[in-house]
């Protein structure tokens, strides 16, 4: 069926350096990916979302590039800030509209 | 303004009783959502509905039942009710079922 992977549970940074975020999923429909980004007491909120294949989209300085021959869409910074400190889920458009959360990566950023 | 709003924000309630958790969002949608929150499962969807329609359901347990009384409203009532079920729940919507969703602030359910 349908999934989303997130392989890391944890991932821990000192401010300043880069960031990737895994995420890779499976459907044999076409594929529609999106971010969201909760912070610590608040609800999760969309970060980005995915556009064409191979086609890099950006907010706030995150950025992701669907990429349908690998099944990925990894969530990238150049250099992360304490304030990224959150909770990170990819979640998957799959065909019926439906949406399947990943599990989630934990982002702690240290000075 | 808020534009979803869920109540209350926080609910104590003892073991089998049974609570209501009340959801109503402002942003003209079409397709609104549950998903269950907890230390063992970061976010757990349970249900999706568009136009009032039931369309998802991954709740195994017939103990939570989500009402739609209007368009702008989905309401989860949950009976017999125990420890496993303290979680943060939140509301959700989209313009359609699959856009980007919007989440509530949430309710923190504790179960003693």
């Known amino acids: 069926g349908d999934s989303v992977t997130q392989t890391e549970g944890l991932v821990t940074l000192t401010k300043g350096l880069p960031v990737m975020l895994n995420c890779t999923y499976q459907?044999?429909?076409?594929?529609?990916l999106f971010w969201y980004v909760q912070h610590l007491n608040e609800a999760p909120k969309l970060l980005l979302k995915?556009?064409?294949?191979?086609k890099r989209t950006e907010h706030q300085g995150f950025y992701a590039t669907l990429h349908k021959s690998s099944s990925s869409f990894h969530l990238q910074k150049s250099s992360v800030q304490l304030s990224d400190s959150a909770l990170y889920f990819c979640?998957?458009?799959?065909?019926?509209?439906?949406?399947?959360f990943g599990s989630g990566t934990r982002l702690l950023v240290s000075p | 303004d808020p534009k979803i709003i869920q109540k209350p924000k926080y609910l104590v309630a003892v073991t089998g009783s049974e609570k209501i958790l009340i959801c109503e969002q402002y942003?003209?949608?079409?397709?609104m959502y549950w998903y269950r929150q907890s230390a063992k499962k970061p976010l757990e969807f349970m249900f999706s509905?568009?136009?009032?329609?039931?369309?998802d359901n991954q709740t195994a347990s017939s103990r939570f039942q989500p009402q739609s009384s209007k368009k702008n409203h989905l309401d989860l009532q949950i009976t017999a009710l125990k420890p496993d079920d303290s979680a943060t729940y939140f509301c959700?919507?989209?313009?359609?079922?699959?856009?980007?969703?919007?989440f509530g602030p949430g309710t923190r359910l504790l179960v003693l």
């Open positions: 459907t044999t429909y076409s594929p529609f």
């Open positions: 942003l003209g949608h079409n397709a």
């Open positions: 995915s556009s064409t294949d191979n």
């Open positions: 979640a998957l458009r799959t065909g019926g509209y439906k949406v399947v």
């Open positions: 509905y568009s136009y009032q329609k039931l369309m």
């Open positions: 959700a919507s989209s313009q359609v079922r699959g856009d980007t969703q919007y």
